[in-house]
């Protein structure tokens, strides 16, 4: 299991390269921080998964969804179809396939948050758009999830 942390402002150059940050990448495990799959995210962001986190993810997926259920199936679908597997090179970037960056909106700078199991990348603008409204019952939100946690142990 991951456990991600961190904010971190990166440039996208013009053949959609992305230079993931060394604070980053040394929390990963390092026999899995070479090979990673993307994918679109659920609020107009993207995924970046490392290669074991992913394959956890589509086991769990192929285990719980059934293909003789619609909503699944298409759930599914739709999941997967945008996912691609990047590299790291000897730089440290991936490529962020031209359709997720077009789907996303993504020009020259882009946020990447890390926290707990995720590494979302987001379009900057988005992202401090998004972050800036800081929803107005956040203190409510707080006390409903951190029960719900402290009720599952």
Do not use: H
């Not at 390269?17 to 799959?37: A, C, F, G, H, M």
């Not at 659920?42 to 769990?60: F, G, H, I």
């Not at 969804?65 to 945008?82: D, G, I, M, V």
């Not at 960056?101 to 603008?125: K, L, P, R, Y």
């Amino acid at each position: 299991m991951f456990s991600f942390t961190g904010q971190y402002e990166v440039k996208v150059d013009g053949k959609g390269r992305l230079r993931l940050p060394s604070d980053l990448l040394r929390q990963i495990p390092e026999d899995t921080n070479t090979k990673y799959v993307i994918n679109k995210g659920l609020d107009k962001c993207l995924r970046l998964y490392p290669m074991t986190q992913w394959n956890s993810v589509t086991a769990e997926m192929n285990k719980n969804l059934s293909w003789f259920q619609s909503k699944e199936r298409t759930f599914a679908r739709y999941f997967f179809q945008a996912a691609a597997q990047v590299e790291v090179d000897s730089n440290d970037r991936i490529i962020i396939p031209k359709r997720l960056i077009d789907d996303i909106g993504i020009q020259a700078e882009v946020v990447i948050i890390a926290f707990g199991e995720v590494i979302e990348i987001w379009n900057s603008e988005e992202f401090y758009n998004n972050i800036a409204k800081e929803p107005e019952d956040f203190a409510n939100m707080a006390d409903e999830i951190w029960s719900k946690i402290n009720n599952n142990k």
